[in-house]
């Protein structure tokens, strides 16, 4: 099992910043992949970006140039760097991972509970 707590959240004016941290916690082989998905009320859930053990990164293009993903691998820790937040990215954003509980098993995914991000204008 893995566990994911998120911090960071909060609420800030158009152009702000704020950092949105994971923690993952449990008993696992490995962390493959993390990263944050965002979901607004009314909208589908959607990837903002992940990173996996080796450093490569994605993001989604409505953060690109602005948002910045990290991870600590050993301390398995993520970390999201938001800069000139936009309304449009508020959302409840979600700590995401995969997986292995053994070395033999398959992957899975784990979420966090979420931690809310409001940018008003």
């Known amino acids: 099992q893995v566990q994911l707590v998120e911090s960071g959240g909060g609420s800030v004016q158009t152009g702000g910043s704020l950092q949105v941290s994971c923690v993952a916690s449990g008993n696992f082989f490995s962390v493959n992949i993390m990263g944050w998905y965002r979901q607004a009320p009314g909208k589908e859930r959607e990837r903002v970006a992940d990173i996996n053990s080796g450093g490569l990164a994605n993001y989604a293009d409505s953060v690109k140039g602005r948002f910045k993903i990290s991870r600590d691998v050993i301390k398995n820790t993520v970390h999201l760097q938001m800069d000139n937040l936009e309304p449009e990215d508020t959302a409840a954003y979600y700590c995401?991972?995969?997986?292995?509980?053994?070395?033999?098993?398959?992957?899975?995914?784990?979420w966090g509970r979420g931690t809310q991000v409001t940018v008003s204008s």
């Open positions: 995401n991972a995969v997986a292995h509980m053994t070395y033999y098993s398959e992957q899975a995914t784990y």
